[in-house]
């Protein structure tokens, strides 16, 4: 079974509009991360945020937003007045205390920010 | 700032040959990693690595894949005898702990089996 799942593929949007990046995720610990990376055509992996289970508060950094609710497992991202320099695939991220720092990879989300 | 440093960002190979990929991971991180991304793929894990040995491996980590701490400074991935699908984008990473401690990522090296 998927443990995280980022069911949105592909997502385009026009610079300056907002656009949120849905995960979801599924674990059996009760204590786990949660992380977002940014993979832009150049094809690194950039570290955006990590979340620990125990803390639902909701961050800001800029631009970027992060919605995190137990309730629903899910922990979506938010970047406000897009921008080009946007565009890249988004992954999150799942690590769970049992398993050690042992990533597991959603699929992706392909974002592109049209001028 | 620090990062993971990766050589060499491409390597294309003969399938059957033997391939190293180098990594040079943040100095003072003690847990090393390798991923894999297929192409258009999600990343995917493949070892970590901790006090010089292997602490946790996937099932795609098999006999014909290995890891190594040479010295204080590189951490390497062998593919002993290389196939058509390992072709992919591996990615060395480390972190300072464990229990959740964000990784980061080198910039991969893109293996090209022919």
């Known amino acids: 079974a998927q443990k995280v799942t980022q069911a949105q593929t592909e997502i385009s949007v026009v610079e300056k509009e907002d656009v949120t990046l849905d995960c979801v995720y599924e674990t059996r610990d009760t204590t786990y991360y949660l992380f977002w990376y940014k993979q832009p055509p150049s094809g690194e992996l950039v570290f955006l945020i990590r979340r620990n289970s125990f803390d639902e508060q909701n961050e800001i950094s800029g631009r970027y937003s992060w919605n995190f609710q137990k309730s629903t497992s899910s922990f979506n991202f938010t970047i406000t007045a897009s921008q080009v320099v946007d565009s890249a695939v988004y992954f999150c991220?799942?690590?769970?205390?049992?398993?050690?720092?042992?990533?597991?990879f959603g699929t992706g989300t392909s974002l592109t920010v049209i001028p | 700032e620090p990062e993971v440093t990766q050589t060499p960002s491409h390597q294309v190979t003969q399938m059957g040959q033997e391939v190293i990929l180098r990594c040079v991971p943040i100095s003072n991180h003690l847990y090393f990693y390798w991923y894999r991304q297929i192409l258009g793929q999600k990343v995917e894990f493949l070892v970590s690595?901790?006090?010089?040995?292997?602490?946790?491996k996937s099932e795609i980590f098999d006999d014909q894949f290995s890891v190594e701490r040479p010295d204080g400074s590189n951490f390497t991935l062998k593919i002993r005898s290389t196939k058509l699908e390992d072709s992919a984008m591996y990615f060395c990473?480390?972190?300072?702990?464990?229990?959740?401690?964000?990784?980061?990522f080198g910039q991969g090296t893109r293996l090209t089996v022919v």
């Open positions: 991220a799942l690590s769970e205390a049992g398993t050690g720092n042992q990533f597991y």
């Open positions: 690595f901790y006090n010089n040995e292997i602490s946790e």
């Open positions: 990473a480390s972190s300072v702990g464990m229990g959740g401690t964000e990784a980061f």
